[in-house]
């Protein structure tokens, strides 16, 4: 990290500090609060707030310290998250106008978590409509800048999340992902985040009415300003929900290694199916070259044995079918319109999925096969790989857009490109299970962050954050933008 500044320390810092008695806990929530107070009108991202409740929560951990105990790893951490968690006493929306009256009557299991592990939450974070967007805003609650150039979004789902991140107006967040939503905002934003394996934290408490329960594909997870905070929030978060705690338990595996000699790193560059702008490909070239120089095995040939296609129509059907089957009926017809063009930007996708974006089972059952033919395939891969590095977006954070989803296009290489063909990249790790660690890994020329995407074998989320760290010692990590000093 390059500002040592208070608002841009770690949650791993910021616990230390208040344990070790440098900062009280509430001195420490009230230097957040102002720091959103000051920033937000112009960003936008802290957009439900529960100050008063907060400032208890740090007299109460200020008060354990003074008593000898410790809440947990996340002591007088201020944070906050994603606006589709439950927050109690709080409308969850998922920013449809129609759940305005969703109070929440409990947080949310992985909200209770980090509470549970000491962490302060200040409030939660903007979304776009029913998280269905790269970008972030509602007509609940407007529209959230990036930290960067405030004419740009910060990225989507979980947008909110990591603008509020990035510029220093919270500690630590926590956000959602199924398309990329972690993923995305935080390479837009420069920040990290983590895609953790399907089911390895609870969902309970991530859901409107009508849709409990654990969604295929989607999955909750930390976002910080190091892989250090990651690892230690997914620490505070994972293992088996309240259903399933009495017979499971979780234990992921210690990476294969904590450096990057002798680490064996794949790269995909790019692909026809969802093509590269050249800043990105760029860096990605670099990072490599950095890999190789510190000792890793590089390799920009190795390849699960996928067909590339195969495994877009496998996690476009599953995803629309989700989407579509597990709303509300008042929000249905909105789902299925917004599907129907993503389905429409892709011509080569097959024209029965244009047509209907929910699966009968027996449709579902053959798109779940082809899945666990991929899934075996990555699993075979990583027997001789320890990571496969990629992009997880096309371009850098772009242009606000709030046109006809379907009209939409991004600029790629000084061409035009369906709006959402880039969630290709995010549809490797999300389809097959698998973790991916996104971490910044420096800027374009016209000085917006990138981020690349680490992809791991399943339940592999410590060797992905270890990666994401050693790669900040190698010479990165998080820079705040200009502006947003203390």
Same mark, same amino acid.
């Given at each position: 990290?390059?500002?040592?500044?208070?608002?841009?320390?770690?949650?791993?810092?910021?616990?230390?500090?208040?344990?070790?008695?440098?900062?009280?806990?509430?001195?420490?929530?009230?230097?957040?609060? %102002?720091?959103?107070?000051?920033?937000?009108?112009?960003?936008?991202?802290?957009?439900?707030?529960?100050?008063?409740?907060?400032?208890?929560?740090?007299?109460?951990?200020?008060?354990?310290?003074?008593?000898?105990?410790?809440?947990?790893?996340? =002591?007088?951490?201020?944070?906050?998250?994603?606006?589709?968690?439950?927050?109690?006493? =709080?409308?969850?929306?998922?920013?449809?106008?129609?759940?305005?009256?969703?109070?929440?009557?409990?947080?949310?299991?992985?909200?209770?978590?980090?509470?549970?592990? %000491?962490?302060?939450?200040?409030?939660?974070?903007?979304?776009?409509?029913?998280?269905?967007?790269?970008?972030? *805003?509602?007509?609940? *609650?407007?529209?959230?800048?990036?930290?960067?150039?405030?004419?740009?979004?910060?990225?989507?789902?979980?947008?909110?999340?990591?603008?509020?991140?990035?510029?220093?107006?919270? %500690?630590?967040?926590?956000?959602?992902?199924?398309?990329?939503?972690?993923?995305?905002?935080? =390479?837009?934003?420069?920040?990290?985040?983590?895609?953790?394996?399907?089911?390895?934290?609870?969902?309970?408490?991530?859901?409107?009415?009508?849709?409990?329960?654990?969604?295929?594909?989607?999955?909750?997870?930390?976002?910080?300003?190091?892989?250090?905070?990651?690892?230690?929030? @997914?620490?505070?978060?994972?293992?088996?929900?309240?259903?399933?705690?009495?017979?499971? +338990?979780?234990?992921?595996?210690?990476?294969?290694?904590?450096?990057?000699?002798?680490?064996?790193?794949?790269?995909?560059?790019?692909?026809?199916?969802?093509?590269?702008?050249?800043?990105?490909?760029? +860096?990605?070239?670099?990072?490599?070259? @950095?890999?190789?120089?510190?000792?890793?095995?590089?390799?920009?040939?190795?390849?699960?044995?996928?067909?590339?296609?195969?495994? +877009?129509?496998?996690?476009?059907?599953?995803?629309?079918?989700?989407?579509?089957?597990?709303?509300?009926?008042?929000?249905?017809? =909105?789902?299925?319109?917004?599907?129907?063009?993503?389905?429409?930007?892709?011509?080569?996708?097959?024209?029965?999925?244009?047509?209907?974006?929910?699966?009968?089972?027996?449709?579902?059952?053959?798109?779940?096969?082809?899945?666990?033919?991929?899934?075996?395939?990555?699993?075979?891969?990583?027997?001789?790989?320890?990571?496969?590095?990629?992009?997880?977006?096309?371009?850098?954070?772009?242009?606000?857009?709030?046109?006809?989803?379907?009209? +939409?296009?991004?600029?790629?290489?000084?061409?035009?490109?369906? *709006?959402?063909?880039?969630?290709?990249?995010?549809?490797?790790?999300? @389809?097959?299970?698998?973790?991916?660690?996104?971490?910044?890994?420096?800027?374009?020329?016209?000085?917006?962050?990138?981020?690349?995407?680490?992809?791991?074998?399943?339940?592999?989320?410590?060797?992905?954050?270890?990666?994401?760290?050693?790669?900040?010692?190698?010479?990165?990590?998080?820079?705040?933008?200009?502006?947003?000093?203390?």
């Amino acid at each position: 990290m390059t500002d040592d500044t208070l608002s841009f320390k770690s949650a791993s810092e910021l616990a230390r500090m208040v344990l070790e008695k440098k900062i009280g806990a509430v001195e420490l929530a009230r230097h957040f609060i %102002g720091r959103i107070e000051r920033f937000d009108g112009a960003i936008n991202a802290v957009v439900v707030r529960d100050f008063e409740r907060a400032l208890a929560d740090a007299k109460a951990a200020d008060a354990a310290l003074a008593a000898g105990k410790s809440c947990g790893p996340l =002591h007088g951490v201020p944070m906050t998250v994603k606006e589709s968690f439950n927050l109690k006493g =709080h409308p969850t929306t998922w920013g449809a106008p129609g759940f305005k009256g969703n109070i929440a009557a409990e947080d949310a299991e992985a909200v209770r978590r980090l509470k549970a592990a %000491g962490a302060i939450v200040l409030g939660k974070t903007n979304v776009p409509f029913m998280l269905g967007d790269f970008q972030a *805003y509602n007509e609940i *609650y407007g529209q959230t800048g990036n930290p960067w150039d405030l004419s740009r979004t910060p990225g989507g789902s979980s947008g909110g999340s990591a603008a509020a991140l990035a510029a220093g107006m919270s %500690g630590l967040e926590f956000g959602s992902d199924i398309g990329g939503s972690i993923r995305n905002p935080a =390479h837009f934003c420069g920040v990290y985040g983590h895609k953790p394996s399907w089911n390895v934290v609870p969902m309970d408490g991530h859901a409107l009415p009508g849709m409990e329960g654990t969604p295929d594909l989607a999955v909750v997870g930390p976002l910080a300003r190091s892989a250090d905070d990651l690892a230690a929030c @997914l620490d505070v978060v994972a293992g088996p929900g309240p259903s399933m705690a009495p017979g499971w +338990r979780l234990e992921l595996p210690a990476p294969r290694a904590e450096g990057l000699k002798g680490l064996r790193v794949a790269l995909w560059s790019g692909d026809d199916i969802a093509p590269v702008d050249a800043p990105i490909a760029e +860096r990605l070239q670099a990072t490599a070259d @950095l890999l190789a120089q510190q000792g890793a095995i590089v390799s920009d040939a190795a390849r699960p044995q996928i067909d590339a296609a195969a495994n +877009r129509a496998a996690y476009v059907a599953l995803l629309n079918s989700l989407v579509g089957a597990g709303v509300p009926d008042e929000m249905y017809e =909105h789902n299925k319109r917004a599907a129907a063009a993503f389905a429409a930007s892709d011509v080569s996708r097959p024209a029965q999925m244009a047509r209907s974006m929910v699966l009968d089972h027996r449709a579902w059952l053959g798109f779940d096969g082809m899945r666990n033919r991929i899934r075996r395939a990555w699993r075979d891969f990583f027997r001789s790989w320890d990571i496969m590095l990629c992009p997880i977006m096309a371009t850098t954070a772009f242009a606000h857009d709030h046109g006809p989803v379907g009209a +939409r296009t991004l600029t790629v290489n000084g061409r035009p490109q369906p *709006y959402f063909d880039q969630i290709f990249w995010a549809s490797l790790a999300t @389809l097959a299970y698998l973790p991916a660690t996104v971490f910044p890994a420096g800027r374009s020329k016209d000085g917006l962050p990138i981020g690349l995407q680490a992809i791991g074998p399943e339940h592999g989320d410590r060797g992905t954050i270890a990666f994401a760290r050693a790669m900040a010692r190698a010479g990165g990590g998080f820079v705040a933008p200009p502006g947003f000093a203390d």
